[in-house]
């Protein structure tokens, strides 16, 4: 897709929610940090079920640290991996006050050093948090990237390249929520709904879907 169709296609999805948010819940950017965390294999709806009795047991660092992985574990049994995670938050607190003196580090190497946390998870607090013009690519911006050729890649990586290197300047960093909430919600997994679709006249997907018959 050339770059000025790229844009356009943005555009329309910006002009449809020109203010776009992650749909997680959190008030700083460690709650940010252990939602996203928590998110994997999960919806983030499902996280914001659990995640309120996590952070009033441990709302800082040291108190996610001190909880533990036996204390966390119960309070977030309701998401998938729930095991690991519980694991990681643990640690991810002790590594904060150790290395960070309680804070999250605003680099890319700080974040990705922590446990449990990579790539996409670094992009979404760089992004969210620290204004960074950075695109996590989850499994729906994957999808969407190749469906609708916006940004073709075998693998999240190469699509993250090619919509950094697409996305025209100052949209990246909605671009991120833009293209999370249309996978969601639009362009969906099993059938897009391109027939309420504002970015539709930008789309190379072939098969568009009409609506359904009433
Ligand atoms: S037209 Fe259809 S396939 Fe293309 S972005 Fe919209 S919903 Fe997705």
Same mark, same amino acid.
């Not at 996409?120 to 992004?127: D, E, G, H, Q, R």
């Given at each position: 897709?050339?770059?000025? $169709?790229?844009?356009?296609?943005?555009?329309?999805?910006?002009? @449809?929610?020109?203010?776009? $948010?992650?749909?997680?819940? *959190?008030?700083?950017?460690?709650?940010?940090?252990?939602?996203?965390?928590?998110?994997? $294999?999960?919806?983030?709806?499902?996280?914001? +079920?659990?995640?309120?009795?996590?952070?009033?047991?441990?709302?800082?660092?040291?108190?996610?640290?001190?909880?533990?992985?036996?204390?966390?574990?119960?309070?977030? #049994? #309701?998401?998938?991996?729930?095991?690991?995670?519980?694991? %990681?938050?643990? @640690?991810?607190?002790?590594?904060?006050?150790? &290395?960070?003196?309680?804070?999250?580090? /605003?680099?890319?190497?700080?974040?990705?050093?922590?446990?449990?946390?990579?790539? +996409?998870?670094?992009?979404?607090?760089?992004?969210?948090?620290?204004?960074?013009?950075?695109?996590?690519?989850?499994?729906?911006?994957?999808?969407?990237? %190749? &469906?609708?050729?916006?940004?073709?890649?075998? %693998?999240?990586?190469?699509?993250?390249?090619?919509?950094? +290197? #697409?996305?025209?300047?100052?949209?990246?960093?909605?671009?991120?929520?833009?293209?999370?909430?249309?996978?969601?919600?639009?362009?969906?997994?099993?059938?897009?709904?391109?027939? /309420?679709?504002?970015?539709?006249?930008?789309? %190379? *997907?072939?098969? +568009?879907?009409?609506?359904?018959?009433?």
């Amino acid at each position: 897709m050339p770059r000025d $169709q790229a844009a356009a296609f943005l555009h329309a999805l910006a002009a @449809a929610n020109p203010t776009p $948010q992650t749909e997680l819940i *959190y008030t700083d950017a460690f709650s940010l940090l252990c939602a996203v965390v928590l998110s994997a $294999q999960s919806t983030d709806a499902m996280v914001n +079920k659990v995640t309120p009795a996590l952070f009033e047991a441990a709302p800082d660092p040291a108190a996610m640290a001190a909880l533990g992985a036996e204390g966390i574990g119960p309070l977030i #049994r #309701r998401l998938g991996l729930w095991q690991g995670k519980a694991r %990681n938050l643990a @640690a991810l607190g002790a590594l904060l006050v150790e &290395r960070h003196g309680g804070e999250v580090p /605003r680099t890319r190497e700080g974040l990705e050093a922590l446990p449990g946390v990579g790539r +996409k998870t670094a992009n979404v607090v760089l992004n969210v948090m620290f204004g960074e013009e950075t695109m996590a690519v989850d499994t729906h911006i994957f999808r969407l990237g %190749n &469906r609708t050729g916006l940004a073709p890649g075998h %693998n999240p990586r190469e699509v993250e390249d090619m919509l950094v +290197k #697409r996305c025209p300047p100052g949209l990246l960093r909605d671009a991120h929520h833009w293209l999370i909430l249309h996978g969601r919600h639009v362009c969906k997994a099993r059938q897009p709904e391109c027939w /309420r679709c504002p970015a539709v006249r930008f789309c %190379n *997907y072939r098969d +568009k879907v009409l609506p359904p018959a009433a």
